[in-house]
């Protein structure tokens, strides 16, 4: 006996073109009959190109409205979470280029910083001397502590000019 049902191939007219085409070159579609579109695929991407090119505006603000609805911010904040590791892996590519890219703004930005706080006797400065001869941690350090230590340097600053 002779399987004619697997070499059987089934077909389907298009709507549109009207052409006797291979089933699998429609769409599925649940709620047809044979499950099928009975547009063919490639009548249904021109219709949808065509659609698409003279409702630029409508579908602009139809994918506006959807995105503020409760069902849109969920599923994009599930999405968030499922792939959490490539963003954060992406993020870290992102920073890492944009950190050699900018390698000199960022090194001199942070020299110019750096002087301007020894300038001024920023906290930051203070807590910066006093961590390198201390085994206090800077969130350790009492404000009492940087107020004195900053005198210290100003009368060492003062006798500096003065000699
Ligand atoms: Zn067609």
Redesign the pocket.
Known sequence: MIETQSLNIDKKV??????N?DIN?FHNRQSSKDGKNN??????K?IDFIYRKNNKEKIRLMKQKYRKTDRAKRLKKESYYRNIDSIRKKDRIRSKIYREKNRDKTTSYLRNLKRKYRMDLHDTYIKELIVKNSVLSRKEIPQEYIEAKREHLKLKRHLKEII
């Open positions: 298009c709507r549109d073109c009207n052409k085409k070159l547009i063919c695929k490639a009548c249904k021109e």
